[in-house]
Nanobody
Framework: QVQLVESGGGLVQAGGSLRLSCAAS????????MGWYRQAPGKQRELVAR???????NYADSMKGRFTISRDSAKNTVYLQMSSLKPEDTAVYYC???????????????WGQGTQVTVSS
């Protein structure tokens, strides 16, 4: 059906940068919003940033100015450029996308498996 595959996670020192990618593939008719969420150990999953097919981008307050979300609609891919990383940014980062699989289907939200980002102090 539909798959979302993240890449780009890893270990980085505080103050460093990483760029995450998430590519959607499979039976895709249309993708509306795409986004990034994260979940740290012992905490709930939280929004990082969300980018619609058109309109304003939404960032969590703690990420504004440090993280930048973008998308390449031709490649069904969403990116997250993370800069000035802090140890508290350590988490599993998940992408999601609101996808129509056909002209008659309902919109459904799909999730990737997640990619680990670890920021050392």
């Amino acid at each position: 059906q539909v798959q979302l595959v993240e890449s780009g996670g890893g270990l980085v020192q505080a103050g460093g940068s990483l760029r995450l990618s998430c590519a959607a593939s499979g039976r895709i008719f249309k993708i509306n919003a795409m986004g990034w969420y994260r979940q740290a150990p012992g905490k709930q999953r939280e929004l990082v940033a969300r980018i619609p097919s058109a309109g304003n981008i939404n960032y969590a307050d703690s990420m504004k100015g440090r993280f930048t979300i973008s998308r390449d609609s031709a490649k069904n891919t969403v990116y997250l450029q993370m800069s000035s990383l802090k140890p508290e940014d350590t988490a599993v980062y998940y992408c999601n996308a609101d996808i129509y699989t056909s002209i008659v289907s309902s919109e459904r939200t799909y999730w990737g498996q997640g990619t680990q980002v670890t920021v050392s102090s």
